[in-house]
């Protein structure tokens, strides 16, 4: 079974150990549980791949402690330092071109000339980093394409195979992966994937609309089936029928609820959580509330759609 490490300062110095060492942990962020490890070691990585059954053309995110260890792995421009230095500690991912010093393993990026980076807001995430001093490759801690994990329960109930220890940060914050954004020449970019950081957001502070991301796998969350629960999934559902699992929203009751004052972020946060719930239960199929498009609640209608896929 493996073990799970209280957020002190004994658990966070244990699995620092267990990191430089070159074991994989389970890492709370604001977002969702992290599958960690050395970013640079090709074998920690090549474990993260095994543990989760994830194909190899899907590159993971970088999890660094700031910018400055950013900068030694990617070329920043003007914009990412803008980015940056407007959502780092936080939920954005910036893809940016790879260095050729960088250090990190191949299968980190899949082959790319590319790294995903980002900086978690979390404190134990964070406390981590500053102690281990070294990037750590952390997908999501969850079976390839099944339901993301926001609870150490969700991590242990999907993972247990090569997994040295879970960290026990408490239920995660955000609730949905964070955004990912491609910074292109000329001054473009792309959104690869919906997150809590909005476009709109995005397109405000560098001035203009993103251009489309195009057809290959640059990040995390593009495969079109992907948060699985393993079941039937029927979307915008104002009433269940009798062998469906409903999750409600706003007005429509569930038998379990994202939110009933129709909060999106309370929505985020439970997202996750609920479709774990309806996973586990006896029912062989799920309904989901319709949810507005608008601000994260994009990004919540995203996982829904490919979780229905």
Known sequence: MTAILPADSKGIARAVHLLREGALVALPTETVYGL?????????????????GRPGFNPLIVHVSGEAMARRLALFDDRAAMLAGR????????????????GIAPAVTAGLPTVALRMPAHPVARAVLEALDLPLAAPSANRSMHISPTTPAHVAATLDEGLAAILDGGACEAGLESTIVALRERGAWSLLRKGPVTAAQIAELLGCAPVDAGAGIEAPGQMLRHYSP??????????????????????VEGACTLSASGDLSQAAARLYACLHEAAASD?????VAPIPPDGIGAAINDRLKRAAA
């Open 36 to 52: 960690a490890s050395r970013a640079d070691r090709e074998g920690s990585v090549a474990a993260i791949y095994r543990a989760k």
């Open 87 to 102: 959502f780092w500690p936080g939920p954005l991912t910036l893809v940016l071109p790879l260095r050729d010093d960088a």
């Open 230 to 251: 393993g079941k039937p999934l029927r979307l915008d559902v104002d009433k269940a029928e009798a062998d469906e699992f409903l999750i409600g929203f706003g007005p």
């Open 283 to 287: 029912l062989p199929r799920i309904a």
